[in-house]
């Protein structure tokens, strides 16, 4: 404090500069009339190298929100006079005691310096606390002493531990500090830079040492943290190649489907519901010289499903399989281009290059999602989840559509009104679909229907030509005691047969949340 405080004592702050996570840099300028040029106080709260010292070199600028310590230490403390810096209890503790300030009293910015326990606090009349720039930890000393720092109670000294060893002088502690560069100077001083001399000599030992050990310490940090980045990205990247090595393979078997479907439909006769296979002569297969028929081969069915729907559910497995095979080809050239940029990335941050530069750039390219923002003023508030997905019937009626088992039992005791309508498929599970009701009007037909279609889509009956829906009051639906998820009964109603209607479906699936 011998060097800082003649240099520092009744200049004014003309600027409080973030550096977060845990360093600030406090800018001064001579009092009014006085000469000199502007100095430069750098205050860390680094685990690995806390320290304080007039800052000589350049310091990059911090992009983005500087958090709420920093806001609220500029508001606090920009235009005031610095009073004195002083040394608390012998202890590596700096105050920096402030008057004139904007809020026209006494304020102080303590900075412990202790290693680990690093902290700077900002703090009002009395010494209370008003701010911190971590939530502040509460050590004890070897008899088990605690302080206790809370927002508008004194300041409390860490709990007194073992003496400190004795200082050592900074010339011997580090003893050869790399050559004063005056900012603006080249890589490697010139005959007449060599001989300059910082505003501050042991500030610049403590900032070329401490400062260059900081440094190397975040970024090493940063290193590690783009490595798991990118390592994570790349091992879920193999992954999706593992699924669609899977899909290709699937894929390829997409025209046995079709020909399961043309044999099931030539044995309609023999379909009836509730069968869970048929044994079909094998059309598609050679017969084979020992065989005393026709190849055979035994189709799964779905017992729940009617015989026309059954074939259908070959016929759509086809067409599925189908446009997976079409799609498998882009999507594996794909992964294979994301798989050797990821890699490229790697070898680059093992190679030295700059992981904040290397970040950007693969955020940039689509490898790596954006960091979120840390800022509490810039995060969303949460949106409730819902139960329900919601769609637009053709005259604008909301209609709801529960997510899983669950948020059926939700969406249907707890979302809707007794005389709004609900609707689910008479012949298979699904999703509780709710067409909510509009107060002294009797629903629209069409927006029943769009209801029924969506019941229909929402369930195992998907893609279904025909099919029964159920359509009841939501008074008369009932949950029986102890009754699994999504299990209901009904106490009145009808049922509905609907014909689907393709372009009414998929104007209603456009809706979704509107």
């Known amino acids: 404090m011998t060097e800082l405080a003649p240099l520092l004592r009744g200049r004014v702050l003309r600027d409080v500069q973030a550096l977060p996570p845990r360093d600030l840099l406090l800018i001064f300028e001579p009092a009014a009339g006085a000469g000199g040029p502007p100095l430069r106080l750098r205050l860390s709260a680094d685990h690995s190298a806390p320290r304080i010292h007039l800052q000589h070199g350049r310091v990059p600028g911090h992009d983005g929100p500087p958090g709420p310590f920093f806001r609220q230490l500029k508001a606090d403390l920009q235009g005031a006079t610095l009073a004195s810096l002083d040394q608390v209890r012998g202890d590596r503790i700096v105050l920096l005691d402030f008057r004139n300030t904007p809020a026209g009293g006494r304020r102080g910015l303590l900075a412990e310096l202790t290693g680990r326990g690093s902290n700077i606090f900002l703090l009002g009349p009395g010494d209370c606390l008003e701010a911190a720039l971590a939530v502040p930890a509460a050590p004890a000393n070897a008899s088990g002493a605690r302080r206790t720092l809370r927002p508008g109670q004194p300041w409390q000294a860490p709990p007194t531990g073992p003496p400190p060893p004795a200082p050592v002088p900074l010339a011997e502690a580090f003893p050869a500090p790399p050559p004063y560069q005056p900012p603006g100077s080249g890589a490697a001083p010139g005959p007449d830079e060599a001989q300059a001399r910082p505003a501050a000599p042991l500030s610049w030992i403590v900032e070329a040492s401490l400062g260059a050990q900081a440094l190397a310490t975040r970024g090493e940090a940063l290193r590690n943290a783009t490595r798991r980045r990118l390592e994570r990205r790349l091992a879920r990247t193999r992954s999706r ?67 026309q729907q059954n074939v259908e559910r070959f016929y759509k497995r086809h067409r599925k399989l189908e446009r997976d095979g079409r799609s498998v080809h882009a999507e594996r050239e794909r992964l294979e281009r994301t798989v050797l940029a990821l890699e490229d990335h790697l070898a680059r941050l093992e190679q030295g290059a700059d992981p904040a530069e290397l970040d950007r750039e693969a955020v940039a390219a689509g490898l790596l999602e954006a960091p979120q923002e840390a800022d509490p003023r810039r995060r969303r508030p949460q949106r409730q989840r819902l139960p329900y997905l919601t769609f637009a019937a053709a005259s604008g009626s909301e209609i709801r559509v529960g997510r899983s088992a669950r948020d059926n039992d939700a969406l249907t005791l707890r979302h809707c009104r007794g005389n709004d309508l609900w609707l689910h498929t008479a012949d298979a599970p699904g999703s509780h679909v709710v067409l ?69 479906l998929e104007q209603l699936l456009r809706s979704q949340g509107s």
Not at 270 to 289: K, N, P, S, T, W
């Open 241 to 307: 190649q593992k699924g669609l090595a899977q899909r290709a393979t699937a894929a390829a078997g997409s025209e046995r489907s079709r020909q399961d479907g043309d044999l099931l439909q030539a044995n309609l006769h023999r379909l009836r519901r509730g069968l869970r296979e048929l044994v079909v002569d094998d059309l598609y297969r050679e017969q084979a010289a020992s065989d005393d028929g026709p190849p055979q081969r035994t189709l799964a069915l779905d017992p729940r499903l009617s015989p």
């Open 436 to 504: 909510v009701g509009q107060r002294g009007r009797e629903a629209d037909p069409e927006d029943i229907l769009d209801a029924a279609h969506l019941a229909v889509h929402f369930s195992p009956l998907k893609g279904a030509r025909k099919a029964d829906v159920h359509l009841a009051q939501r008074k008369h639906v009932h949950k029986p005691r102890g009754a699994k998820p999504g299990l209901v009964t009904l106490s009145g109603g009808k049922v509905l047969q609907v014909r689907m209607e393709e372009q009414r």
